[in-house]
């Protein structure tokens, strides 16, 4: 092609030069319409905080009990704060705060399928409420699973060590507080809109 005054080869306005267009960056996958993927690190800070909730419940209520265990009397209360707060050692067949006496197995079973539950939807987790309500029913149900399993009189038929007494309440331990406590915070987040994995109902 003959060159003609006034026209450089490399003007813009050309339309017909090879090789003068800049390349375009491939769209991302969400503008190309598919939805884009959870952060793994996302995911998995969701799964640390329930474990460590989780962890944190398990510990502080094994060492209370046995705390209880080493230094209290059954039939012998203590008061601590007056008569608001006792400890009163007992050992509990039933299911939380003394319910459900002489189902024992059947109570183990139902709280080991909830631990088992509790560790399997943790997978979905994306928020942090449902993820410290996880780590608190997952410690308290297996807090109490380790008294039914190892603790007289034998596996599966353990009587859980209760110690904390309230006026016109059942005496409890650690565990039944933290899966009473994960139930509250379950249903703060259900009525808030907040679903499982962090996002929220469409309200109308």
Partial sequence: MQRTPGTPLND??????????????????????????????RSWKWIGLFGGVGLLILLLDQITKALALTHLTPGEPV?????????????????????????????????????????????????????VAFGLLFGGAVGNIIDRIFREPSAFHGHVVDFLQTPHWAIFNVADMAVTSAA?????????????????????
């Fill in 79 to 131: 008061n601590v704060i007056g008569s608001l707060l006792k400890f009163n050692l007992i050992r509990n067949p039933g299911a939380a705060f003394s319910l459900g006496t002489g189902y024992t197995p059947y109570i183990s079973a139902v709280q080991i399928t909830v631990a088992i539950g509790v560790v399997y939807l943790s997978r979905r987790l994306g928020s942090a409420g449902w993820a």
């Fill in 12 to 41: 813009p306005t050309s339309s017909h030069q090879v090789g003068d267009a800049e390349p375009t960056e491939p769209a991302d996958e969400s503008s190309a319409g598919s939805p884009p993927s959870p952060p793994s690190t």
């Fill in 184 to 204: 509250i915070l379950l249903v703060i987040q259900t009525l808030r809109g907040v679903k499982l994995d962090g996002t929220r109902e469409q309200r109308r």
